[in-house]
């Protein structure tokens, strides 16, 4: 940790566009603690939280010496983990999927003491109509894409078989999955909603769930994990 008078403190919370290659997309939100030396940090970013308050704990991190980046990585995971269940639950209402399945797509690489920092990776595709809410009608499925999108339909679009308006049954070896004809009768193509979930997971109501979380959770960890080193 720096102390001394000439440097600067700063921690940037950065929602970081990774590379979006072949219809697959990656992205980070990255929470991290950087010391600079009277240097301004400068990175490529999507966007920048600002944190404010936090130059009141360098008498304390001075104090602790060795021991405060132990400290500092406590609280960042503390403060990762609480973002990351906000994102989850954000991700889910956006986007329609269930959180379960956002849960599997949001991974976490954590803070060490060496390496201030905590990550939430996400990366994939067009996820496929499989996972969302959807209904069958005899002129294509209705799904719900999320809070914005609402439900969408998709023109000659099954997931059951049978003729209409006979009751349809699920077919046997479709997995859930909804298909459109593209020729003939058995030549069949799974349909995908339009949603990614790492492009999502850097828009609206789910970044700004991460901002909000991180905002006002860091300065209380970093106060209590602290305070608890200090013996205080």
């Known amino acids: ?31 991290a603690f950087f010391i600079t030396e009277g240097v301004e940090a400068a990175m490529f970013s999507v966007g920048e939280i600002d944190v404010k308050g936090l130059r ?81 009608t005899d002129e294509g499925v209705r799904a719900y894409l999320g809070d914005q999108r609402g439900w969408d339909w998709f023109a000659e679009s099954f997931f059951r078989a049978g003729r209409w308006p006979r009751p349809r049954q699920q077919i046997s070896w479709s997995h859930g999955h909804v298909f459109v004809r593209v020729g003939g009768r058995t030549d069949l193509e799974k349909v995908t909603s339009g949603v990614f979930i790492p492009i999502e997971m850097v828009e609206g109501a789910t970044a ?25």
């Open 208 to 232: 700004k769930a991460f901002e909000d979380s991180v905002t006002n959770n860091l300065p209380r960890r970093l106060d209590h994990e602290i305070s608890r080193a200090l013996g205080l």
């Open 1 to 31: 940790m720096n102390t001394g008078s000439g440097g600067r403190d700063e921690t940037h919370l950065i929602l970081f566009l990774v590379h979006r290659h072949e219809g697959r997309s990656q992205v980070i939100l990255r929470l």
């Open 56 to 136: 009141q704990f360098e008498n304390m991190l001075g104090a602790l010496g060795a021991e405060a980046p132990k400290a500092v990585n406590r609280a960042i995971n503390r403060t990762g983990d609480m973002a990351k269940t906000q994102v989850v639950k954000e991700l889910a209402r956006q986007t329609g999927l269930p959180q379960k399945l956002i849960r599997r797509s949001v991974k976490v690489t954590r803070s060490s003491w060496t390496h201030l920092e905590y990550q939430l990776h996400s990366a994939g595709g067009d996820v496929s109509l499989k996972y969302f809410k959807k209904r069958e």
